[in-house]
């Protein structure tokens, strides 16, 4: 038969352990909870960064259609300027000065790929007398191109300025020739 000694101290070893016991499991659903509000804490954050995302989405689509109207404006009445004769083809080579300086923008990340730029740059040389309806017109997508990346660029304004004189001044020439 055990002595008292030995009894005492399984007894008391018995308690302790279940003291611990009962304290770990304790602990463990107070761990289980703090987790499980963690997690709703992390999915309110997922749905905030969610609603920040779609409200930068309409933000940049709001300012693209903003800038849409205003360069499909720009052209339309340099265009009609251009047209009507109210601005002389030889400004049109101040206005092409500017906007060359947007080819300083070629060594950055655009959306023009290297044979854009290289076309864009052949049609910024080419005299305005010698250049064609169509070429007019592809120089103006392409400038359409630039302004869509760096509408916060005067240069590209510019450029859009130019190209939408040259096809004006282009589709005056067509007009003045009979091809309509």
Do not use: C, H
Request: charged fraction near 35%; aromatic fraction near 10%.
């Amino acid at each position: 038969m055990p002595d008292a000694a030995t009894i005492y101290v399984i007894g008391l070893s018995l308690t302790i352990i279940g003291m611990l016991g009962g304290g770990l499991f304790w602990l463990g659903g107070e761990f289980r909870e703090i987790r499980m509000r963690f997690k709703q804490i992390d999915e309110r954050f997922r749905e905030i960064d969610g609603r920040f995302d779609e409200l930068k989405g309409y933000i940049d689509s709001r300012i693209n259609r903003l800038s849409e109207a205003f360069s499909s404006y720009q052209e339309f009445f340099i265009e009609f300027l251009m047209t009507e004769g109210v601005i002389k083809p030889e400004r049109a080579t101040m206005v092409k000065n500017e906007a060359r300086r947007i080819m300083r923008l070629a060594t950055s990340t655009n959306p023009l790929t290297k044979e854009e730029w290289k076309r864009l740059g052949e049609l910024l040389d080419k005299d305005p007398n010698d250049l064609t309806y169509e070429e007019a017109l592809e120089l103006r997508e392409l400038a359409r191109k630039v302004i869509r990346e760096y509408m916060d660029y005067a240069e590209a304004w510019k450029l859009l300025m130019y190209a939408s004189m040259m096809v004006g001044l282009t589709k005056k020439k067509r007009e003045e020739q009979g091809g309509g």
